[in-house]
């Protein structure tokens, strides 16, 4: 069966040069998780690897990590936005994960200062569950105009994003997509990267060379 993002290939040629699509997953790495949301999240990394494109986390545990473990069931690539320096720091100080990423990149900048990294290294934000460094990841993505997805029904804070959305009460250009199935909602969130944020991006390289230009 092809795999689905080659409808993007075929609404907009062969794009062998440009990056797949990136879903970063943000949530909750601890508390108290329900076994229905750690079920939920595997299977949107899982539809992420499905459809062949790249899934970004912070190296969590959790529900970032459930996800993670979706996605290499169905041979996705992965990669982890490290709030440490170096890989002992990695396990000594912040006991993260390593089981799933393909390539696991060192910021050392701390919990709170990899989550820009995190963000901005993806196409596609999805909020699972999630308690005060959620907030703050949802508050970076919202304020940059960000493409994000709410997996609802994981609790925390992707139960109250609506709520949140009414508060701050503020027009940044985010596109805020939500459902409780999370192979639909990795679905709607293709289709509106497809339709609204790729085109932006084929009309930026239309006279770019693929190579860069040398210095």
Same mark, same amino acid.
């Given at each position: 069966?092809?795999?689905?993002?080659?409808?993007?290939?075929?609404?907009?040629?062969?794009?062998?040069?440009?990056?797949?699509?990136?879903?970063?997953?943000?949530? /909750?790495?601890? +508390?108290?998780?329900?076994?229905?949301?750690?079920?939920?999240?595997?299977?949107? +990394?899982?539809?992420?690897?499905?459809?062949?494109?790249?899934?970004?986390?912070?190296?969590?545990? &959790?529900?970032?990590?459930?996800?993670?473990?979706?996605?290499?069931?169905?041979?996705?690539?992965?990669?982890?936005? /490290?709030?440490?320096? /170096?890989? =002992?720091?990695?396990?000594?100080?912040y006991?993260?994960?390593?089981?799933?990423?393909?390539?696991?990149?060192?910021?050392? /900048?701390?919990?709170?200062?990899?989550e820009?990294?995190?963000?901005?290294?993806?196409?596609?934000?999805?909020?699972? +569950?999630?308690?005060?460094?959620?907030?703050?990841?949802?508050?970076?993505?919202?304020?940059?105009?960000?493409?994000?997805?709410v997996?609802?029904?994981?609790?925390?804070?992707?139960?109250?994003?609506?709520?949140?959305?009414?508060?701050?009460?503020?027009? =940044?250009?985010?596109?805020v997509?939500?459902?409780?199935?999370?192979?639909?909602?990795?679905?709607?969130?293709?289709?509106?990267?497809?339709?609204?944020?790729?085109?932006?991006?084929?009309?930026?390289?239309?006279?770019?060379?693929?190579? &860069?230009?040398?210095?």
């Amino acid at each position: 069966m092809a795999k689905p993002n080659n409808h993007i290939r075929a609404s907009y040629g062969n794009l062998s040069e440009f990056p797949k699509m990136v879903f970063g997953v943000m949530g /909750s790495a601890g +508390g108290e998780l329900a076994e229905d949301s750690r079920d939920k999240i595997f299977h949107l +990394g899982a539809e992420v690897g499905r459809r062949g494109y790249t899934l970004v986390t912070g190296v969590a545990p &959790g529900l970032p990590h459930d996800s993670v473990l979706g996605a290499k069931s169905e041979d996705g690539l992965v990669i982890g936005i /490290s709030p440490a320096q /170096s890989f =002992t720091e990695h396990i000594d100080r912040y006991s993260s994960p390593i089981r799933g990423y393909d390539m696991i990149v060192y910021t050392g /900048s701390g919990l709170m200062g990899r989550e820009i990294e995190n963000i901005r290294s993806c196409d596609a934000v999805v909020i699972v +569950g999630g308690r005060s460094g959620t907030l703050g990841e949802f508050a970076i993505a919202y304020d940059e105009a960000k493409l994000i997805g709410v997996l609802e029904g994981t609790g925390g804070i992707a139960d109250h994003i609506d709520e949140l959305v009414q508060v701050i009460n503020k027009d =940044t250009g985010a596109k805020v997509i939500s459902s409780s199935d999370p192979v639909e909602l990795v679905r709607m969130l293709e289709n509106e990267y497809v339709e609204n944020v790729l085109p932006s991006y084929l009309e930026l390289i239309e006279d770019h060379n693929p190579d &860069g230009d040398l210095e």
